[in-house]
């Protein structure tokens, strides 16, 4: 079968850095892609790893082992706003096949 | 910014009513999406489609639902005959390559009644 695992909840404080890890087992493979999604909002785009090795996007992060099939996104200079859930998502053919997400939970 | 839209936002039907969602995709991007997000649940693939044909599809995708594209801007999702279950938020997505970012609209909240 075909799954992506993450924790389902990750707790940090405002200013800190926050790691959220992936790992998958799918057919076919094209990369790994974190979306952002806020409660009732859509999914939004915010790093896509086609290659291993560490992509940086700002504040943002994210990190692909294919060898190991794990990935992770990690936030830095946490703030309020980054309150949301956090999805792995692999990209495989025409599709992308998602994990179940991570809430993210900030605290002042 | 180019963005995907959807109408409408929120849609109340009928258990055996037929449903037709509506999106437009980004005007230059070639491959677009259906997906599908049950409250408090993962997003699930439901198609993909490139060409004007379905290049991939999932079991969700069954003979009740179908897609179209019956212009040069809107991208359509059609229940034929909806059950309780249908009841999720669905999300338009468009790409400009097949295994590249896609780019989601904002959904349109299915409630089957």
């Known amino acids: 079968g075909q799954s992506l695992e993450q924790p389902s909840e990750v707790t940090a404080v405002e200013g800190a850095i926050v790691q959220i890890n992936c790992t998958y087992q799918?057919?076919?493979?094209?990369?790994l892609s974190w979306y952002q999604q806020h409660d009732g909002g859509a999914p939004t785009f915010l790093s896509y790893?086609?290659l291993d090795g560490l992509e940086e996007t700002g504040r943002f992060s994210s990190f692909l082992s294919r060898s190991d099939s794990y990935g992770y996104l990690l936030l830095q200079e946490l703030q309020m706003k980054d309150s949301a859930s956090y999805f792995c998502?692999?990209?495989?053919?025409?599709?992308?096949?998602w994990g179940a997400g991570t809430k993210l939970i900030i605290k002042p | 910014e180019p963005e995907v839209t959807q109408t409408p936002s929120h849609q109340v039907t009928q258990m055996g009513q037929e449903v037709i969602l509506r999106c437009v995709p980004i005007?230059?991007?070639?491959?677009f999406y259906w997906y599908r997000q049950i409250l408090g649940q993962k997003v699930e693939f439901l198609v993909s489609f490139y060409n004007n044909e379905i290049s991939e599809k999932s079991e969700i995708f069954d003979d009740q639902f179908s897609v179209e594209r019956p212009d040069g801007s809107n991208f359509t999702l059609k229940i034929r005959s909806t059950k309780l279950e249908d009841s999720a938020m669905y999300f338009c997505?468009?790409?400009?390559?097949?295994?590249?970012?896609?780019?989601f609209g904002q959904g349109t909240r299915l409630t089957v009644v």
């Open positions: 005007s230059n991007h070639l491959y």
């Open positions: 998502a692999v990209q495989s053919n025409y599709q992308l096949i």
């Open positions: 997505a468009s790409s400009a390559q097949g295994n590249t970012e896609a780019f």
């Open positions: 799918t057919s076919g493979f094209y990369g």
């Open positions: 790893n086609g």
